[in-house]
């Protein structure tokens, strides 16, 4: 058992990618990249057909919700994980996102690839709107305030006519196709293979970002907030930074997202999926981008792997986060070791 | 926009608003006590509050015996039938929450486990017994006994008192008043306060820090779960998800008031009870959520504590 809670399996790894000489990072990389890509035939390959899933088809369970689990963990992972701001309203940008292109698209016949950088748009600058008053408060202040927004985004999508009340907005069309392949229902793969790119473009951020100079601010507002501002480091600006950043990310996949289901509704955008997408970060390991890819395809996948016990799937789920927790506080691969802080208990 | 229903039906909004804030004060109870000690948001809290109104339920039909159409009672009999699920229900929940702590934090905190991973641990269990409760209800709502007979006490400016509205206001204010004498001046109560000033210090003046950790889940499920008979009462039914919106109005209500505050939590849960009422009756039912979590942004720009919190000027994570 102690091996099993100690084990840090990212440390191990992180061993092993130093030994590594260029030529073998990059083959292993490529063919890592070949392999997700070609996931979306696993379920029809003999040994693999295990992964496929019962009621819900694999390939579609692959883009939604797996592949934009793992896009907004990504995104909300910047925000909680790396600046240490607990956002409990992330699906609000999700639903920007995703009312952008379903109200630009149907009123105003843009195409997704138009309405992308729009959506995007929109969700930084919600992301300003509401992090301009909320981040000047700590703690547990800050996530009322985002649970709040979260609720009020949906509430005024209800409430709305342009937004189609509760009904939402039906026949959002799906995007344009680009090089030759078709984005339409019948070949959900393609769409699985614009998130992965997608989310290799996130990675690719997050990982700049991270040794950089916002990196740095970051992890240290995340180990103490007031230390950093003494140091020197505009604590508001980096904030706002990292709940943009994450705003957009969140954006990006509510775009996507409207484009695949082609109707969207308040519903989709409750407080659950807040805590789903929180909850994938802290089970895969916050902070750590490997750790969140981790948990947000475990979390997305096992709910509709195990739909065959319909009824009480949740109930499953809600045991796996309680033992998880219980068995690894961490998270499944927890973050590098210099960059664990003890946490001040008391003010 | 309609002010003039505001003029016209003030008393009465203001009356309905307190009965109900006063219900979610005793529920932000069990959010503003755990978090004093712990620092960390009882998740698992709304979850406590929905088995209570099941808990009641369950009391008053299968093990009084009370039907769905029963007549209602009267006299001794109704006085201590009412006691009667009172008490059963705040024990059930306290038992409920007390078995959270142990499910949900006890274990994680004993390895100095980061304040997230608590949260996902409650969050899971708040999970669970919302998905058990689902499952054994098979999603119904279900409706309880009226065994109270709503006679009104009389009107004032067309504020009706009823005797469940009357007794929705004094319940709650008798609790915290006992409550509040309890962590004031009883030695666990002042156990208490030191834990949430300091748990290292309070471990070095020889207080057992798991049993009050455990003391606190116990109030606060008591609390949630007088909660909870009181809005069986009122209300007359309950469903699996009846927890949600009271968890989030409850702590919108912690917070309000500024959270680990125990009269912070009993003023904030008036002002949001009246505030919910107030907006509704003005922009319509359907913009009352948008309304209190608006207000709340502004208070807490100007008061980063909330009405009542803390003196220091910002809380530490």
Redesign the interface.
Known sequence: MANLTRFNLRDKGADIWAGWSRPVRTIFVLSMIVLVGLLPFAASWGPTSFLNTPITSFQNVLVYPVGMFILMALGLNIVVGKSGLLDLGYVAFFAIGAYTQGILSTLYGWNTWEIMPFGIGFAMIAGVILGLPALRLRGDYLAIITLGFGEIVRLVAINMSVTGGPNGIPGIPNPPSIFGLKFDLMHPQIYFWLVVVMILLVVWMVRRFTVRRPGRAWEAIRQDEDVAALMGVNTLVYKLWSFVIGAAVGGAAGVLYASKVAVISPDMFKFDVSILILACVVFGGIGNIWGVIMGAAILAYLPERIRFISESRQLVFGAVLILMMNLRPDGLLPRKKREKITEKRSS | MNFSVVTSQFWSLALQGLALGLIYALVSLGYTMV?GVL?L?NFANSEVFMFGTFATLYIEVHFLGYDIGAPSLHGFKLVYTLAFALLASMLACAILAIIVEF??YR??RA???????????A??????????M??ITISRPMTTPRLLDKWSFGEFHGANFRIDTVMTIIAPIIIFVVLDQFVNRSRLGKSIRAV?????NSKLMGININRVITLTFCIGGLTTGAAAFLYTTVYENTIFNVG?NMG?AA??AA?LGG?GNLRGAFYGGIALGMLEQFASAMLGS??K??T???V??VV??FK???LFGEA?Q????
């Open positions: 978090y620092r948001i499910v949900a274990r994680l390895r100095g486990a980061n304040r997230l991973a608590s949260l996902i641990s969050i899971g269990v708040s999970i669970f017994l919302l998905e058990g689902r499952i949430s000033m300091s748990e290292e949600f989030i702590f919108t917070v959270i359907q913009w959520a948008v209190v979590f608006t709340l942004v807490l720009l980063p504590n909330g220091v910002q809380t530490r994570t």
